[in-house]
């Protein structure tokens, strides 16, 4: 999964995965963006995993652009 960076105009990084509706966080830095993203993710994939919903494919997760 591609993960979007963008830079508000306070500072702030934006980390998005567009193929995780909803999969969106903010961080002071561009890393800290990105950890609570891919946190964020996980946390969406284990719940669709566990109510039997489905997932996209794990391998090669996270790729930052």
């Known amino acids: 999964m ?3 960076f963008e ?3 306070d500072g702030r990084w ?3 995965v567009d193929a995780i509706p909803g999969a969106l966080a903010y961080g002071a830095t561009r890393s800290e963006a990105l950890a609570r993203v891919e946190a964020l993710v996980l946390r969406i994939l284990a719940d669709r995993l566990e109510n039997g919903e489905p997932a996209p494919e794990v391998d090669g ?3 930052a652009a």
């Open 2 to 4: 591609k993960v979007e």
């Open 7 to 9: 830079r508000e105009d």
């Open 14 to 16: 934006i980390a998005e």
């Open 61 to 63: 997760l996270f790729a």
